[in-house]
């Protein structure tokens, strides 16, 4: 990724310098921010001199600033955005908080508590996106029209993934993850191009989502 990265970085340069006016021939794919990324450093510093960490959080839900005092453990970034994977003290838990939610960061003077147990590639090793939980990941299987199969196949859902069966009509996919929001979210991006054959529990949560779309559009 680091790589990619840095090939844009250099591509953009090399063009850039020939071509007074770029913008008329070319353009290159813009990452919106959304703030917070000036606490990255102050993050990075935490986690690696395990100190703990405090900040005001207004939640999605509450959407009110709360102090939260917590162990920096992992930094994580998702569809341009950056997220701290910390360990509650009081919850006795793992703590996801999106740095663009955050607000008045500071480094504190006390020694993490770090879980002896904590493994960030094992936390997400089953996950899609942000969203990461204790259990086990179920087998899933998609059937793809073919030119769904065709994106599926150069942009997969996960490490996990691979083609089972390939017919000239349809393709059948195999995955084995933990169901989270960003999962489902990117399955309703194929609309009806693509068919969850297992689990059934998938099946109903799509067929919940769709259902409660096709009400908004009708009522």
Not at 37 to 44: A, E, S
Not at 195 to 200: A, D, G, R, S, T
């Amino acid at each position: 990724q680091f790589g990619l990265a840095i090939d844009k970085i250099v591509d953009r340069v090399a063009v850039g310098d020939q071509t007074p006016e770029l913008s008329k021939f070319i353009q290159f794919e813009a990452a919106v921010s959304t703030g917070g990324n000036d606490f990255l450093p102050f993050l990075l510093e935490g986690i690696q001199a395990q100190k703990k960490v405090w900040f005001l959080y207004t939640s999605f839900q509450q959407q009110q600033a709360k102090p939260r005092k917590v162990s920096p453990l992992f930094l994580k970034e998702y569809r341009n955005r950056w997220y701290l994977i910390s360990f509650d003290i009081q919850k006795q838990d793992i703590m996801t908080f999106a740095l663009d939610r955050m607000s008045e960061l500071q480094v504190l003077d006390e020694a993490a508590q770090i879980p002896a147990d904590f493994n960030a590639s094992v936390y997400f090793r089953d996950a899609v996106g942000i969203t990461a939980f204790k259990g086990e990941a179920l087998r899933i299987v998609i059937k793809a029209d073919p030119i769904a199969a065709r994106y599926i196949e150069t942009q997969a859902f996960h490490a996990s993934q691979k083609l089972i069966e390939k017919k000239p009509d349809y393709s059948l996919f195999e995955l084995r993850i933990l169901i989270t929001e960003e999962f489902i979210r990117s399955l309703l991006g194929y609309a009806g191009e693509i068919q969850v054959i297992e689990p059934q529990s998938l099946q109903l949560t799509l067929q919940e989502r769709a259902n409660a779309l096709l009400n908004r559009y009708q009522s």
